[in-house]
């Protein structure tokens, strides 16, 4: 085969699960013996001999890479939302060392979801390398991986915790991986159930964590398994399926790749349009620049305070920007409403965190809106040491993760989850007990008060967005036409960016407010950006906002308790 294909395609492109059966070994048994499984399957594949040829392994296509995520689904049980629209990818492997090596050359045009940020919404450009072993990394090495700057610098090494999982996700995509599971040794049989429902045999290598299931008439490769404790969803498996085989230099290699979470959402399709053994490729292909001394903080480290399942879902839409940094010693509090005492508003210092509100009532009702991950435990020790009283309630502003995996620590903590009801559902894994759950109606309000402060969470009866969307109301329960008010939201609008943000999100939530009845000099409290006004909105999006005054708010009582 003209190995020259691959620097002519590269060059393009640059320019350009769960419950499982573990058996034990019975005697001699190929349906019980793992090894016996793995040599099946290297037998399928060519052959030892043949495989010892493999120097290297080159995936090159340009015809399908599509990414759905399940972070930002609008929908509360589908795919609706793309990551990656369109693109065009190489995954290039080098067996000269005994570790997993990885080279990613990658074109990803991202889903019209991402012009929040950018609203030409450029592809990201990009070229990774990922290497295993005691010296691992993974490091950008060409183009930008950040999404908010794609035309930017290589940005390197990246932080060891995404490294940690880059690697493992090497390791799976490795066409050659049953010939390292064999030399490891550490393995039991399995039989799994896929797709389908049909279970199929497996072998499970414990050292890696990965279980490869076999199709029971090829003995090829068929799903290569990993497991993720999902902060919604529980155990959940996470699949790379592998079909359309073909046979290059003796060696039988897949050409299609699906990416499957929990055996039902299928988050990624790829299809290899050529296949190479052993190309000829530049002699500096793997070489990270530098003078190859990984950064500390660039080794791979597993952290416990972040599962595989969120540092995969941010990944895999360029949107893991590495630990959560922020801490209480830098939270600003303030009481931005002087006659709506009850109201907190909450911010990291220096933009290292997302803006929360909380609402605190007479009968010690500590109400938490919105729940990002990680700071959602700094609110819980602020409310603790300044409130002098735990978290009572958490409503978020809607299902994406970015917004509601906090959720888990706040349960945790014996505070009440609100919801509305379309949403209820969706918390189910977190087995909320039978009066931690708070649900109000579709298009409904629940209101909140005491004899100063008054808070109504208003379901948007779906958005764009997000199917579950709301926002938070807050004002004196006696309201005047002089009354201070505030509006907390997520997600329809970043001031930092307002020209440019999508405006049918603006113009959606003004269209909601003017509706019910929120006051035109109300505060906007978003989630994301600076703080404002609803005339910041106004301005922006020339929207004939009625001159609502405070007491016309139509959820809710304006008369004192």
């Known amino acids: 085969m003209n190995t020259s294909i691959l620097a002519l395609t590269l060059l393009s492109l640059f320019n350009g699960v769960l419950g499982h059966h573990v058996g034990r070994r019975q005697g001699d048994s190929s349906i019980h013996d793992p090894e016996a499984l793995l040599s099946r399957a290297i037998a399928a594949l060519g052959g030892s001999e043949n495989i010892s040829n493999v120097q290297s392994v080159a995936y090159v296509g340009g015809t399908v890479l599509r990414g759905r995520t399940l972070m930002l689904a609008a929908s509360l049980n589908g795919l609706d939302t793309a990551g990656t629209s369109n693109g065009r990818q190489n995954v290039t492997f080098s067996y000269v060392e005994p570790h997993v090596s990885q080279r990613i050359d990658r074109l990803a045009q991202l889903g019209p979801t991402f012009t929040f940020g950018r609203a030409d919404l450029s592809p990201m450009d990009y070229s990774m390398i990922v290497q295993g072993g005691n010296e691992g990394f ?76 076999f199709d029971q008439e090829t003995s090829l490769p068929y799903v290569i398994r990993t497991y993720e404790d999902h902060p919604f969803f529980g155990p959940s498996t996470h699949d790379l399926r592998v079909s359309g085989y073909a046979g290059v230099d003796g060696v039988q290699l897949p050409m299609r790749f699906k990416t499957i979470y929990n055996k039902k959402h299928v988050i990624g399709d790829y299809r290899a349009d050529e296949v190479l053994i052993n190309p000829e490729v530049p002699e500096d292909f793997f070489r990270v620049p530098g003078n190859g001394t990984v950064p500390e903080a660039s080794m791979p480290v597993r952290d416990p305070e972040y599962s595989f399942a969120e540092i995969g879902e941010l990944a895999s839409i360029h949107l893991w920007g590495g630990a959560y940094s922020g801490s209480l010693d830098v939270l600003e509090a303030t009481q931005p409403l002087a006659d709506v005492p009850g109201l907190w508003e909450l911010n990291i210092a220096g933009g290292m965190g997302m803006r929360q509100a909380v609402v605190e009532l007479e009968d010690g009702s500590v109400i938490v809106l919105d729940a990002p991950p990680h700071q959602s435990k700094i609110i819980i020790e602020w409310a603790e040491q300044t409130l002098g009283k735990p978290v009572s309630h958490v409503w978020p502003t809607h299902h994406h993760h970015d917004h509601a995996f906090g959720v888990a620590d706040f349960v945790a903590n014996g505070a009440k989850l609100i919801a509305p009801e379309q949403a209820a559902s969706y918390y189910s894994g977190l087995n909320l007990s039978d009066d931690q759950l708070v649900t109000y109606k579709y298009g409904g309000p629940l209101v909140f008060g005491d004899g100063r402060t008054q808070l109504a969470l208003v379901d948007m009866q779906g958005t764009i967005h997000a199917h579950d969307h709301g926002y938070a109301y807050i004002r004196p329960t006696c309201p005047t036409a002089n009354s ?49 006004t609803l005339q910041d909105l106004n301005s922006v999006t020339a929207y004939r906002y009625p001159s609502h005054l405070p007491t016309d708010f139509k959820f809710g009582s304006t008369q004192c308790i």
């Open 484 to 532: 201070s008010t505030a509006i907390f939201d997520a997600d329809h609008g970043n001031l930092n960016f307002i020209d440019t943000f999508d405006h049918n999100a603006v113009e959606e939530l003004l269209g909601a407010l003017a509706s019910d009845g929120v006051a035109a000099s109300a505060r906007f409290l978003a989630s994301h950006g600076p703080s404002g």
């Open 138 to 213: 993974a490091s950008v090495v060409r183009g930008s991986y950040n999404i908010y700057d794609p035309s930017g610098e290589p940005t390197g090494y990246t932080d060891g915790i995404l490294a940690e999982y880059l690697i493992l996700d090497a390791y799976k995509w490795d066409p050659l991986l049953v010939s390292k599971m064999l030399s490891n040794g550490n393995l039991t049989s399995r039989r799994e159930e896929v797709v389908s429902g049909i279970e199929l045999p497996g072998v499970h290598d414990d050292s890696l964590g990965i279980t490869v299931l």
